[in-house]
């Protein structure tokens, strides 16, 4: 391991002689007996240490010292001096971050240990300087990474096929509304049934709007208690909640510049509405707890299932609420509505369902994709994607899969329509018990198909 390097400056040879023989055993001492030498040796050497008399003919070692400190400001600087000049000793502790002055007659010993730490804290430094380095470095990282995420989110929910239809498509018309709001800090209000695709749309409207490289932010509104969702809303601090051991914040300072999504904003308690809309409004929230407001910039977008202008005739629902919210409207068709989009969702689903699982399968029979248009698919795509991760588990291996892999419920709702009731008690030979069960199952089918496979 090499030795710490030293640079003493000295006008008096015998001092600089003395100095180097008692330090050379522990340091790679370098000397020099004028400024303009010492200068030229930290120009070509890595110093760690300057140990420099305080009196000079030429110039002071505090004066020295100081420029040193702005051309050098990682060395380490000591004075020496057989004065105690009081003005010095401040001059050097204010003007030149001298670290030590050493008095003489100077004693090895003492000389040596002052030298070790001095040693240490250059070191230190050094440590500390890397490490704000690294993590500027890391921090530059991390960010370029969030930075390739998102410009990937926004080639991934561009319109043209970020939202996968046909070309007669209704979703058509959807995607055409969203392009025109999206550039737009428009509040959105997105409606439809579950698994419509709510979600996608806003994220679609993030991605192609001027905050696309800021956070999306989802917060589902659905059951929470009023004050559980300011918190979760608005943040809270230390103490506010029986659970808040540090202060927290929410999800609109978590969307600062972005987007926040309010899924299923039917569903917010009638206490929690009022505060909901001034900040809103005001663009200004306070968090739990606290009394000191804070600015918030963001877009907003919700959904719900429900239909709202209900909600406001039943009062569930403040009025100036909604209409805030509904400054675009949209409504996303459920799947029976947009059959055509069926077959090309299913292979767009299957392949993701094949990256996620890590099963390969060749497509799909024809007469697969037949059942699927048929049937109603109450649960819309997020049914349709389970299907489809359902048929590629229990299918074989990179072979087509058929029809017979769907789940008993859509082959039962897209079987041929069976003969009516008088048929059915005629066309059989079995017994009259079983007749009568294969009755009870096309009631049953056909009362299910009629709500929806809906069973409250």
């Known amino acids: 391991m090499s030795k710490p390097t030293i640079l003493i400056v000295d006008d008096e040879q015998r001092s600089l002689e003395a100095l180097e023989r008692n330090l050379s055993d522990e340091f790679d001492v370098q000397t020099a007996l004028n400024a303009i030498d010492a200068e030229a040796i930290l120009a070509d050497h890595w110093v760690q240490i300057v140990l420099c008399d305080q009196r000079m003919p ?90 390739n995420r998102r410009k990937g989110l926004r080639k991934q929910y561009n319109f043209d096929d970020g939202i996968i239809r046909g070309k007669t498509s209704p979703m058509n018309d959807i995607c055409s509304t969203l392009s025109q709001i999206a550039p737009y800090d428009l509040s959105t209000l997105i409606t439809g049934e579950s698994g419509v695709g709510k979600e996608l749309a806003a994220r679609a409207i993030h991605y192609n709007s001027l905050r696309w490289n800021k956070p999306f932010v989802v917060q589902a509104c659905g059951s929470m208690p009023p004050d559980l969702l300011e918190a979760e809303l608005f943040g809270y601090k230390k103490g506010a909640l029986s659970h808040a051991v540090q202060d927290c914040s929410g999800m609109f300072e978590r969307a600062a510049g972005g987007t926040i999504f309010l899924d299923e904003i039917g569903d917010i308690p009638p206490a929690f509405q009022v505060r909901l809309l001034k900040v809103l409004q005001d663009g200004e929230l306070r968090q739990v707890g606290s009394m000191q407001t804070r600015k918030v910039d963001v877009r907003m977008i919700a959904s719900s299932q429900k239909e709202l202008e209900e909600e406001v005739a039943a009062g569930r629902l403040r009025t100036d ?31 993701k369902s094949i990256d996620k699982i890590g099963k390969l399968a060749a497509g799909f ?24 991760e359902r048929m590629l588990v229990m299918g074989p291996e990179d072979e087509v899969l058929g029809a017979q892999l769907l789940s008993p419920k859509v082959l039962m709702a897209t079987s041929p329509d069976l003969p009516d009731d008088v048929s059915i008690l005629n066309s059989r030979t079995d017994t009259l018990k079983e007749r009568v069960e294969a009755i009870e199952a096309k009631i049953l089918r056909e009362s299910l198909i009629r709500h929806r496979w809906n069973k409250s």
């Open 365 to 388: 029979s024809a007469e697969a994709i037949s059942c699927m248009k048929r049937y109603e698919w109450p649960g819309n795509v997020r049914e349709l994607q389970n299907e489809i």
């Open 321 to 351: 609420l909604y209409f805030y919210l509904a400054g675009v409207t949209l409504k996303i068709p459920p799947l029976r509505e947009r059959r055509e989009d069926i077959p090309i969702l299913a292979r767009f689903l299957l392949k």
């Open 58 to 147: 030429d110039i002071s070692g505090v004066d020295f010292l100081v420029s040193v400190r702005e051309r050098w400001p990682d060395v380490i600087r000591i004075i020496i001096s057989g004065y105690t000049d009081a003005e010095d000793i401040i001059s050097g502790l204010n003007d030149a971050g001298i670290y030590h002055y050493v008095t003489k007659p100077w004693q090895p010993e003492k000389l040596i240990m002052v030298l070790r730490n001095a040693v240490n804290l250059f070191e230190l430094q050094r440590q500390n300087e890397l490490l704000a380095i690294e993590l500027r470095l890391s921090g530059k990282v991390a960010q370029e990474k969030v930075d």
